[in-house]
């Protein structure tokens, strides 16, 4: 199974982005996706994830309310809206089978990754 993330590029402060993540290949029973991201010299920081039962979601502290997680039955999205300078970062999509709430903003808990599409947010 791979996960393909798309939608990054360049935004202006203040603007919106959607991101997407899809997966192929085999089938794969996942319980949690998500999302993280990783900025130039930071660590991966965990942005938002969405329970694929019942759409259960977490946020990160410093996305709750701009940023919004969706899927449907192929897909999980990222919706960036409100965007800062500080949002710049690589966003990756992660999928995992055997993750609960108290985990979900764990990045070892997952087992798939995507290999990330680049936001950049300038003006």
């Known amino acids: 199974v791979q996960l393909q993330a798309s939608g990054g590029g360049l935004v202006r402060p203040g603007g919106s982005l959607r991101l997407s993540c899809a997966a192929s290949g085999r089938s794969f029973s996942a319980r949690f996706m998500g999302w993280f991201r990783q900025a130039p010299g930071k660590e991966r920081e965990f942005v938002a994830a969405i329970k694929w039962s019942d759409r259960t979601t977490v946020y990160g502290n410093s996305m709750k309310g701009r940023f919004t997680i969706s899927r449907d039955n192929a897909m999980m999205y990222l919706q960036l809206s409100s965007v800062k300078p500080e949002d710049t970062a690589v966003y990756y999509c992660?999928?995992?089978?055997?993750?609960?709430?108290?985990?979900?903003?764990?990045?070892?808990?997952?087992?798939?990754w995507g290999q990330g599409t680049l936001v950049t947010v300038s003006s």
């Open positions: 992660a999928a995992g089978s055997r993750i609960i709430l108290s985990n979900s903003r764990n990045p070892e808990a997952y087992e798939l």
